[in-house]
């Protein structure tokens, strides 16, 4: 049997995609790309991914299947130093719930909340 990591994919749901994928690409330095939905029914934007490479890709949805909002799954964005994208949350029109704390062993972690009120986390191991 194949051993596989347990997440594979993401969606983030939104209400207002333009304003959703400009904040994430502040945040990340880099611009969200269209995708087709493969149900054709909804509106995606995706992550900078690569299917071979280690870790899940993802993207941004808008659909009336989903809502965004607080007290769902949390994701968690590798980075290399969460204290520059918690900088650049603010700035982007999110707002740091937690700022860079200690996971003891697994690094470190900001909490935040993006502006569709999903709340995300940066995690990075310095």
């Known amino acids: 049997m194949t051993k596989m990591n347990a997440v594979g994919w993401f969606d983030i749901f939104v209400d207002d995609m333009d304003r959703a994928a400009g904040f994430y ?72 719930i937690r700022p860079k704390f200690s996971i003891g062993e697994f690094g470190f972690v900001t909490l935040c909340q993006d502006t569709e009120g999903n709340i995300f986390g940066l995690n990075s191991m310095k």
């Open 25 to 96: 690409a502040e945040v990340f330095g880099a611009p969200l790309e269209p995708m087709g939905d493969p149900t054709g029914e909804s509106q995606m934007m995706a992550f900078s991914a690569d299917m071979d490479c280690y870790g899940a890709g993802g993207a941004l949805s808008k659909t009336e299947h989903g809502r965004p909002g607080p007290g769902g799954t949390v994701v968690y964005f590798m980075v290399q130093d969460c204290a520059v994208q918690q900088d650049r949350v603010a700035q982007a029109g999110g707002t740091v």
